[in-house]
């Protein structure tokens, strides 16, 4: 398996579909919205989560193409999340993935309401899916709404906000990081059973979730440490705010080289966890090793 190649051709199929996500709508008399909602979204970015809902519908059926509306509407969700976390009442910052965040780009109010729009399109583009069946759109829906809600993604960024200048021991910092990082990551793989037209064992569900509650402390782990040990540059948005925030990290709990074994120690669990599970899980141990790696 050429793990680039593959990565590489999952992303173009969900980047070419976010491209006309929006494109028709920018002759209407709101079109400063859908301009704002495309900057954020198609501002570039890795795709690790419509990757994964791809990957794993193709685990399933041997196809990616299940799930491509599934894909993208959970990468508008994850875009207006972004949104949301750098807007001056959150965490306050100027710059994502090398470019100016929407708010300042558009205004506070405007970036706001670009947010909204992304994550009731979400729903829109799960809902309206032609490829899987109108019960499987429902199941997807309930599965994003848990995720973005308030015991995933907001109780997250809740947490998050409140202990700031607080000192926290790790199972506290876990708890705010499964609901901020690694439940939209849950959401992106079940979405991906849940597209195929073949159908998951309970075994499967189970690894998926495993997988995903794993690399998303991978993943968190690995942010922290970039934002102490990578640059402005590299990583296309401003390190050191954590610090300048009060927040207590994996970094600032363990040191970086407690977390890189940490790192290792998840990634290596989150493989496990779909080996067996799927004939073919090659590429998802490799996304795994890949992140565990990454340098923004």
Not at 69 to 83: K, P, Q, V
Not at 186 to 212: F, M
Not at 213 to 223: C, P, S, T, V
Request: overall charge negative; hydrophobic content about 40%; some cysteine.
């Amino acid at each position: 398996m050429d793990f680039d190649r593959e990565y590489q051709r999952a992303q173009a199929l969900v980047e070419q579909a976010l491209q006309s996500a929006f494109a028709g709508e920018l002759d209407s008399p709101h079109r400063e919205l859908p301009e704002a909602m495309g900057y954020s979204l198609l501002a570039g970015g890795k795709r690790v989560r419509p990757v994964l809902t791809l990957k794993f519908c193709q685990a399933l059926c041997g196809e990616m193409e299940p799930a491509l509306d599934y894909a993208c509407g959970i990468e508008m969700l994850h875009t207006y999340s972004l949104i949301h976390d750098d807007l001056p009442c959150m965490d306050d910052d100027d710059l994502r993935r090398g470019k100016p965040t929407c708010h300042v780009k558009y205004g506070e109010w405007l970036a706001l309401l670009a947010g909204d729009a992304l994550q009731t399109a979400a729903f829109e583009r799960l809902a309206a899916s032609e490829r899987p069946t109108p019960a499987a759109n429902g199941r997807a829906c309930g599965i994003l709404a848990r995720a973005a809600g308030r015991n995933g993604m907001c109780a997250g960024q809740y947490l998050d906000i409140l202990e700031q200048g607080r000192a926290l021991d790790g199972e506290r910092l876990t708890q705010i990081h499964l609901r901020k990082t690694s439940a939209l990551l849950e959401a992106a793989c079940l979405l991906g059973l849940t597209a195929s037209p073949v159908e998951y064992t309970e075994q499967q569900w189970v690894a998926a979730l495993d997988y995903a509650k794993e690399l998303g402390l991978a993943f968190q782990i690995r942010d922290d440490m970039l934002d102490v040990e990578s640059t402005e540059e590299e990583l296309g948005k401003p390190i050191g705010s954590d610090a300048q925030n009060g927040k207590t990290t994996f970094v600032t709990l363990y040191g970086l080289e407690r977390c890189r074994a940490l790192v290792a120690e998840h990634t290596e669990q989150a493989k496990r966890s779909v080996e067996g599970a799927f004939g073919r899980p090659e590429f998802l141990c490799a996304l795994a090793d890949s992140l565990a790696k990454r340098k923004n």
